[in-house]
């Protein structure tokens, strides 16, 4: 259909529907093949047929989508299309890293890649649209939805966002392969009250500006299909309700013209909020606010709207856009042309070669997306003539499970586990494992075979951490750390005095003890890794693939420090050891265990000579920033290389650093090279104390580093003029 064919009959549908059609394209139902929220019954066929459901979310698989899609196009009075919604936020089919640890490949290009290896699978399999990207800034580990996002900068999950748009979207929504994203969840629901899941958010308009909107703005840029408001209150207005930042900010200011879909019962829940006394004045307010899709809302918006109506509390014209931009997605995604694109063959993605390359991306993003945190007294990498290995601890069979995962066993190529990947790694080790235990109970009788173990064994391997189950939604931990069986286990394999080498998985970073960075040789944060988990494993360990992960959240020393963030605003007394009245902790540094950044390769690279091509930038200029790095390592590898800036004077405080630039360089042992970065002076706009942004003369720090670790930094200045 052509375009302006689409307008008309979009037009002609409007006028068509009755107000009871038009409240049904604005629900969202469940097919219910899994559950990601309270639970309700899924949708019926009756009420596909009468036209009272627009979308529905958690069924997916060609045939069955067909078969639900009939009884819309063939059998609602209007023939309507639905589409078909569900969470791919690390792969359908074949498992990526999750989203937390592919922020730590620092990687434009991969994001970007496995987005669209993801959207690939989702289009044969009946998906429409993907809930995903999540590019909420985190910077509390106690909250578990950490394991879903990019971690705690907001240019990181900027540059994250837009890739991840791109590579689900391309550019346009109807070709082949592609689905629309959803960017959520918006905004802020990262700054929940203590990490606490769905707790209040209490923040300054300054921050929500400066580091939790820039991502959702980039998505927007990037032409992201859909938004998704959080679950959250911020600043005492849910923001499900929040007119000043979804339509003011978002639509109105940000010209956002896509579909807001309201998070899992979020529209209801503004009753339990205590803002709204019904569904019709429930249904009013997101209305309002801009929400045009109500997702699982026990038919708040199906029961509710009229009712707003009949009482003056909505207009039918704001009922209509809501309405339009529902239809308009569904011309936008090919689904009036045809309601069955989705519902492919899926030869194409079951052929063993386009397999056997997806299996291979998984295994490069999980090998991009480790961060080597120690290694010490040459503990990796592993040798093949490295003796007896024990692989020990509750987590030597983590891969990235995933709630999919149980649904489409039979489909999917099996994943591939620690061990297993550590046997095909080192196939002359004498590999031994301790089975058995679980993440929070550890017996006395496992903790004494390990002990056993590691004494028979030349080296340790020990798989710690969480499980999936223990991050994600509602996830939050208060002690986001190792459980107390796993401390105990480590203390005794460490007590054998033989290389230990830990291998961490988590959804967050972890609060350690101290005793067990120090006394661990090695220590490696996997995350949850998909599919290739235990292949991507064999090659870092076996320096295979030269580690060059780098951190996106920094991990604290304790639980006390959060949230700990690189990216705070100066104090006017700094901490000084010697004076007591400065900003500090008595019992704890204000450094981070590792720093946002932090990562170590099996090479040794060294930066010098950082300078600029111009000491002076006028607007509208761009200044290029060259350092160069050294390779002095045994191997091969991969440098990443950060800028950040710090403003010197301005007429609001700036944060001590703030990241504007990363990018990498390969080098071989002995070999240098230089790295470019170009910033313009628009770049150094800051939000001025009336919020609006600002280009402020003045001079600028310049920083070029490995980390945001101040103290190994190069730097130089420029100066701004105005
Ligand atoms: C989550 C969303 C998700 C939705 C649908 C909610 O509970 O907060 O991120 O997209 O469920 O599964």
């Known amino acids: 259909m052509a375009r302006s064919d689409e307008k008309a009959h979009i037009e002609h549908l409007i006028a068509e529907m009755t107000l009871e059609e038009k409240v049904g394209q604005l629900t969202m139902l469940s097919g219910e093949l899994v559950q990601t929220g309270p639970a309700a019954a899924p949708v019926t066929s009756e009420a596909i047929r009468e036209g009272r459901v627009g979308s529905l979310l958690n069924l997916w698989g060609a045939e069955r989508v067909r078969e639900v899609q009939r009884h819309a196009v063939e059998g609602s009075r209007l023939k309507i299309p639905l589409f078909f919604c569900l969470d791919v936020l690390y792969g359908l089919r074949t498992f990526f890293p999750i989203p937390f640890g592919e922020s730590c490949a620092f990687d434009v290009e991969l994001w970007e890649r496995t987005a669209r290896v993801a959207a690939q699978e989702c289009a044969v399999e009946g998906i429409d649209l993907n809930f995903s990207p999540m590019i909420d800034v985190a910077r509390d580990p106690r909250w578990g939805r950490t394991v879903e996002g990019p971690g705690e900068d907001a240019f990181l999950a900027a540059r994250f966002a837009e890739a991840k748009v791109r590579g689900f979207q391309i550019s346009d929504l109807a070709a082949d392969g592609v689905v629309a994203a959803t960017a959520k969840h918006l905004a802020a629901y990262g700054a929940v009250q203590a990490g606490r899941e769905y707790a209040p958010v209490d923040m300054s308009e300054r921050q929500l500006h400066e580091v939790y909107l820039p991502p959702f703005r980039a998505a927007v840029r990037a032409g992201v299909a859909a938004i998704m408001p959080a679950f959250t209150d911020f600043n005492g207005i849910p923001m499900t309700a ?418 504007k630039g990363f990018q990498k360089i390969s080098l071989a042992p002995a070999q240098g090279g230089t790295i470019r970065f170009i910033i313009s002076a628009e770049d150094l706009t800051f939000l001025d104390p009336d919020l609006a942004p600002q280009l402020e003369a003045g001079g600028f720090d310049i920083l070029v580093g490995q980390s945001a670790d101040r103290n190994k930094m190069l730097s130089t200045q420029i100066e701004l003029i105005a």
């Open 242 to 659: 929040n007119a000043a930042i979804l339509r003011d900010v978002v639509r109105r200011e940000w010209g956002f013209s896509g579909v807001m879909i309201s998070d899992y019962s979020a529209i209801a829940e503004l009753i339990t909020h205590g803002v709204a006394e019904d569904k019709a004045q429930a249904a009013a307010l997101a209305l309002d606010a801009g929400v045009d899709i109500d997702m699982m809302g026990h038919d708040t918006y199906f029961e509710g709207l009229p009712r707003a109506l009949d009482r003056g509390l909505v207009k039918l014209e704001t009922i209509d856009a809501a309405v339009r931009r529902v239809l308009q997605l569904k011309g936008k995604l090919g689904l009036f042309e045809d309601p069955y694109r989705r519902c492919g063959s899926p030869s194409a993605i079951a052929a063993t070669a386009a397999q056997g390359k997806r299996r291979d991306l998984a295994r490069e993003a999980a090998c991009r997306s480790f961060v080597l945190l120690k290694n010490e007294r040459d503990a990796l990498p592993l040798s093949d003539g490295q003796g007896a290995i024990a692989v020990m601890g509750p987590l030597v069979d983590a891969k990235g499970d995933a709630r999919v995962a149980v649904e489409m066993t039979e489909t999917l190529a099996k994943p591939v586990a620690v061990l297993e990947g550590l046997r095909s790694a080192l196939p002359n080790a004498r590999i031994a494992f301790t089975p058995g235990c679980t993440v929070e109970r550890i017996e006395a009788a496992e903790r004494s075979r390990a002990r056993e173990l590691a004494r028979e064994s030349d080296l340790v391997v020990l798989c710690l951490g969480e499980t999936m189950a223990m991050s994600g939604e509602a996830g939050s931990r208060g002690h986001p750390g190792l459980p107390p069986a796993q401390c105990e286990l480590a203390r005794t394999v460490l007590a054998q005095r033989k290389p230990v080498v830990i291998l961490l998985f988590s959804g967050r970073p972890l609060v350690l003890p101290e005793w067990l960075v120090e006394k661990a040789d090695a220590l490696v944060a996997a995350w949850f890794p998909g599919s290739e988990a235990g292949r991507a494993i064999g090659d870092v360990l076996t320096g295979r693939f030269n580690p060059t992960g780098r951190l996106s959240m920094s991990w604290p020393v304790d639980v006390g420090q959060i949230p700990i963030f690189f990216g705070a605003r100066p104090t006017g007394r700094p901490a000084a050891a010697s004076d007591h009245y400065t900003s500090k902790y008595l019992d704890m540094p204000n450094e981070p265990r590792f720093a946002f950044g932090h990562g170590l390769s099996y090479s040794r690279f060294e930066l010098s000579g950082l300078r600029l091509d111009r000491t002076e930038l006028r607007s509208g200029q761009t200044v290029a920033i060259s350092v160069d790095v050294a390779n002095h390592g045994p191997l091969a590898g991969e440098e990443t290389v950060l800028l950040f800036i710090r403003d010197q004077v301005s007429s609001v405080t700036r944060p001590l650093l703030e990241l």
